[in-house]
């Protein structure tokens, strides 16, 4: 079956320390790999996406998070953390023989304190 | 361009009630999808439609239907409401094989 794991339901970091929010994932094949922001009452938005190249990629806000293949993880990451990054965010993953079809992890809840 | 809308916002209807849910993707987009949210259990897939079929299902039981219509707009229906149907359901609309872009979703609640 497939699916995505997120292990921290929450991350805590002080601004200006670089943060981490991991996902993992067992989906067959070479899928493309997500991460989405979810700010308190509204829809998700995209942060970034890799799908084939290098295994950083970068995204919007300063994010940019690291594929491994091996180790199945595509863990989201920032230099330095912003109180207004304190949100939550997803990882999803959609399988290579079905590019419509989204996994989406549970959620990791951001908390960045000034 | 505009973004995916969802119509209404917010609902509260009582068990054993229906409800139709509302989504009309980016223009140009033709895949739209739908998921719930809920604290406990995350964002789950419910179904996707693509030119007016429903071309991925999630698991969800039969009272959860959609339809798409040929302007690529969709609906979701919930029939004979339960108390843990109370969620945000969020629609997406992509180009196809790509990212998806979502709307603010719509929060229902059941009494």
């Known amino acids: 079956a497939q699916s995505v794991a997120q292990p921290e339901d929450q991350v805590n970091v002080a601004e200006g320390n670089p943060l981490t929010v991991k996902c993992t994932y067992s989906v067959s094949g070479n899928p493309y790999l997500f991460w989405y922001v979810q700010y308190p009452n509204r829809g998700l938005q995209f942060l970034l996406k890799y799908i084939t190249g290098d295994n950083l990629v970068k995204g919007s806000y300063g994010f940019e998070a690291e594929f491994n293949k091996s180790q199945t993880s595509f863990h989201l990451k920032k230099p330095s953390a912003l109180v207004s990054d304190s949100a939550l965010y997803f990882c999803?993953?959609?399988?290579?023989?079905?590019?419509?079809?989204?996994?989406f992890g549970s959620g990791t809840k951001l908390n960045v304190k000034p | 361009k505009a973004g995916v809308t969802q119509t209404p916002r917010y609902l509260i209807k009582t068990r054993g009630q229906q409800v139709t849910l509302s989504c009309s993707p980016i223009?140009?987009?033709?895949?739209v999808s739908w998921y719930q949210q809920t604290p406990g259990q995350g964002l789950q897939f419910l179904f996707e439609y693509f030119s007016e079929t429903q071309r991925n299902k999630g698991n969800f039981p039969g009272r959860f239907s959609g339809r798409q219509f040929s302007n690529s707009r969709s609906e979701m229906n919930v029939s004979t409401l339960e108390l843990g149907d109370s969620a945000l359901y969020l629609c997406?609309?992509?180009?196809?094989?790509?990212?998806?872009?979502f709307g603010p979703g719509t929060r229902l609640t059941v009494l």
């Open positions: 223009s140009g987009h033709r895949s």
């Open positions: 997406a609309s992509s180009f196809g094989g790509d990212e998806q872009f």
């Open positions: 999803a993953v959609s399988p290579e023989y079905n590019f419509n079809k989204f996994y």
